[in-house]
């Protein structure tokens, strides 16, 4: 049973860039969210999707977007980044809404 | 507003001897809990979790213990090993999950020799 995996590990981007962050799910979760955990911090909820519909969402602006494909990976993009958006993000899969997450290990992104 | 307190950032513990990380949260709503133990440069690991029905969970040195009317949990790991050096998350959700997990900030755990 293969786990969570996210790529890239880390990335360097410039202020004003767009960016998209990669997970493909532990096999047979539907269902997958994004976090994003500043230095320091716990990890925020940006948004979660159920079976390729988004059906939960946190307190981020609308640059902050994300797909969920039919075999369940996803992507995270994140337009016009700013130097705040520097953080680990995070992927989460579980099979049920309500049930136990697996995580990924991350990806580093730094806004410069 | 943070719904999810952990007010120690960090903890340090003698091996042998039993941790014990607290937890307050603020959202009744909540109805499910969970702590998280995170390596650096690995993502979270799911440790255990508890349903608001229960006041108390095991899972081999890992107990778990809630106090609704106080809005507290509490993770004990007895005996503590040189391997939970680490950093440990407290999470909730409510209803379907569908507004995700909220975290606290976390606890660096500090096994000693």
């Known amino acids: 049973e293969t786990g969570v995996t996210q790529s890239p590990t880390h990335l360097i981007k410039t202020r004003g860039q767009q960016v998209t962050l990669r997970c493909s799910s532990q096999?047979?979760?539907?269902?997958v969210s994004w976090y994003q955990q500043a230095l320091g911090q716990g990890p925020q909820f940006i948004f979660q999707?159920?079976?390729?519909?988004?059906?939960g969402r946190g307190n981020f602006p609308p640059r902050f977007s994300g797909l969920q494909f039919p075999n369940y990976s996803s992507e995270l993009n994140v337009n016009a980044l700013e130097l705040d958006d520097s953080a680990l993000y995070l992927c989460a899969s579980s099979s049920r809404i309500n049930y136990g997450y697996t995580f990924g290990s991350g990806t580093r992104l730094t806004v410069v | 507003d943070q719904q999810v307190k952990q007010n120690s950032p960090s903890l340090s513990v003698q091996e042998g001897r039993i941790s014990i990380l607290n937890c307050d949260y603020t959202n009744s709503m909540f109805d499910y809990f969970l702590w998280y133990k995170k390596y650096p440069a690995e993502g979270p690991t799911f440790l255990i979790s508890?349903?608001?029905?229960?006041d108390k969970n095991e899972d081999g040195r890992f107990t778990v213990f809630l106090n609704k009317s106080a809005k507290h949990l509490s993770l004990h790991i007895v005996p503590s090993q040189p391997g939970d050096s680490a950093v440990y998350f407290c999470a909730a959700y409510s209803g379907g999950g569908a507004d995700g997990l909220t975290f606290g900030k976390g606890t660096h755990l500090i096994i000693q020799p």
């Open positions: 999707y159920y079976r390729e519909e988004e059906n």
């Open positions: 096999s047979g979760h539907n269902t």
């Open positions: 508890i349903s608001s029905i229960k």
